[in-house]
């Protein structure tokens, strides 16, 4: 994908998954620009953070390794 310098980002995605992403964005009450803004926000922000290992137990002692 070619990268320029203009504000623009174009990605080519399937028809369908298209009007399933804005069926839903529409459902929420956002569009898709404020809706990407706030993913790619998140994403930049998250770059920084280290995650933790998490296990879900059911009591089980197996269960109790990290991983």
Sequence with gaps: MAVGPSG??????????KQELYA?????????KQWF?????E???SRGQLSL???ISDGDAADRKYR
């Design 43 to 45: 994403h930049l922000r």
């Design 24 to 32: 839903a964005l529409e459902q929420d009450g956002v569009n898709l």
């Design 8 to 17: 623009r980002i174009v990605v080519e995605i399937d028809p369908e998954l």
């Design 53 to 55: 290992p998490l296990t």
């Design 37 to 41: 803004l706030e993913r790619v926000g």
